[in-house]
């Protein structure tokens, strides 16, 4: 079956510590982007790639960084420079560039300790 | 920064009654609106899309838009304790061809037996 698998689901991280979220997807979308949720919150778009080997920066960015080498594959690195990084991450995909419909997979939970 | 509106709740109606979930935005220009579900620890999932004026509807789901209003609601007829969860409005970025969406910090409904 298609679809978008993060991993892993459940991570923690000391302080001072680099961080990367997998994200795969195997249903031939062309966009894919990353997203935080902090409790009580929306979603907060932190990178997203429309084309192979090119990304753009969301809303909050910063602390965050992102590769897109192959179609497939969008995975979000949390630098230590992120300075509260606990949140819910979720990477979606869309089927064309002008759609909203996003597919999201089940998430990713960091925790720092 | 787009603004996107949602009333906090929580929302809590009865088995079988109709809930109404609202929504406003701030840009003028946008023209593409989603309603996406998220059960508790779960990733979001689209249920609905509109993009014009009026009423859309979906089984027991309706989408309505308002644009001169800057509105969009949606409705759930014979609502079920399945349908507990919270809703997130989306709003499509105006000119963008990435499908960018801003999300509201959504609306936790309760359906009770």
């Known amino acids: 079956d298609g679809g978008i698998t993060q991993s892993p689901k459940y991570l923690f991280r000391k302080e001072g510590q680099n961080v990367t979220l997998s994200c795969e997807q195997n249903?031939?979308?062309?966009?894919m982007y990353w997203y935080r949720q902090d409790p009580g919150q929306g979603l907060r778009l932190i990178y997203y790639?429309?084309?192979?080997?090119?990304?753009q920066k969301g809303d909050i960015a910063e602390g965050y960084s992102v590769s897109r080498e192959k179609k497939e594959s969008f995975p979000l690195t949390v630098t230590s420079a992120q300075k509260n990084p606990t949140a819910f991450y979720l990477c979606?995909?869309?089927?064309?560039?002008?759609?909203?419909?996003?597919?999201f997979g089940e998430g990713s939970r960091l925790t720092v300790l | 920064q787009k603004e996107v509106e949602q009333n906090s709740g929580p929302l809590s109606v009865p088995e079988g009654a109709i809930a109404s979930l609202n929504c406003t935005y701030s840009?003028?220009?946008?023209?593409?609106f989603f309603w996406y579900r998220q059960y508790s620890g779960k990733s979001p999932e689209l249920i609905m899309s509109?993009?014009?004026?009026g009423d859309k509807e979906d089984g027991r789901f309706t989408a309505q838009l308002n644009k001169a209003s800057q509105y969009v609601s949606l409705l759930i007829r014979d609502s079920q304790p399945s349908d507990s969860a919270t809703y997130l409005c989306?709003?499509?970025?105006?000119?963008?061809?990435?499908?960018?969406?801003?999300f509201g910090r959504g609306t936790q409904l309760t359906v009770w037996p």
């Open positions: 979606a995909s869309t089927k064309t560039v002008n759609t909203g419909e996003l597919f």
């Open positions: 249903l031939n979308h062309d966009a």
């Open positions: 790639s429309q084309i192979v080997n090119d990304f």
């Open positions: 840009d003028r220009g946008s023209q593409s």
């Open positions: 509109i993009y014009s004026n």
């Open positions: 989306a709003v499509g970025d105006r000119g963008s061809t990435l499908g960018r969406l801003y």
